[in-house]
């Protein structure tokens, strides 16, 4: 079956520091990938759909120079999160649309705290 | 993306079926209904999706009514690793959409 990696699945840091998040398709690619957010208890809210080769489209209230967004190729898109802080702290989830028949994968998830 | 509706929470005892509700009374000629599981701390998991007909794999069974307007996910025999929040969405097949989640339901079996 078609997987989705993302590294690291967790990650602690400083306030103030930039974290960097990885999600790659394994086995497809995928011309279109989504990247999500979930405050614990609450369900998935889609931040920004990441395009390869394009600028991502961010969700109204997400700040796309706090969270960076660059979908280099057709199997990797990667978030950045530029100076963060504790209110980031969070459970970011990716997926990734298959190419061909637009099947959308999630990844496993990464865990950020900030301090 | 259509909008559903499903209890936020539901329980049943270990072995027995699970038949968690979805209503979807908006929902296109041309939309799928989808359904995810979210175990905690990991991401969604695919588990089934239909259009019309009723559908059958080796996770579970979806049953949609004949107007489209709801859907029954069926685990047939329930474990207490089936806990977790389950999610009913519709959407387009192919082309471009935007995959939203609503609060879905924590289903929590019991032994």
């Known amino acids: 079956g078609a997987v989705v990696s993302q590294h690291p699945s967790r990650v602690i840091c400083k306030s103030g520091t930039s974290v960097k998040i990885e999600c790659r398709s394994l086995d497809f690619q995928a011309t279109t990938m989504f990247w999500y957010r979930q405050f614990p208890k609450q369900s998935l809210m889609l931040m920004a759909t990441s395009n390869e080769g394009s600028k991502a489209t961010y969700e109204q209230g997400v700040e796309k120079d706090k969270f960076l967004i660059n979908h280099a190729s057709l199997t990797l898109s990667t978030l950045t999160v530029t100076s963060a802080h504790p209110e980031d702290s969070s459970f970011y989830i990716c997926?990734?649309?298959?190419?061909?028949?637009?099947?959308?994968?999630f990844g496993p998830g990464t865990r950020l705290t900030v301090l | 993306d259509a909008k559903t509706t499903q209890p936020p929470s539901m329980d049943c005892a270990e072995g027995r079926a699970a038949n968690l509700p979805c209503n979807h009374s908006?929902?296109?000629?041309?939309?799928?209904v989808y359904w995810y599981r979210q175990i905690h701390s990991q991401g969604p998991q695919y588990i089934i999706h239909?259009?019309?007909n009723n559908e059958t794999n080796e996770m579970a069974s979806l049953i949609i009514t004949e107007d489209r307007k709801s859907s029954t996910l069926i685990l047939p025999h329930a474990t207490l690793r089936d806990t977790a929040v389950y999610y009913c969405i519709v959407r387009e097949s192919g082309g471009s959409y935007i995959p939203t989640f609503g609060r879905g339901t924590s289903l929590i079996v019991h032994p």
């Open positions: 239909g259009l019309k």
């Open positions: 908006t929902i296109s000629g041309n939309e799928y």
């Open positions: 997926s990734a649309v298959r190419t061909g028949d637009d099947e959308q994968f």
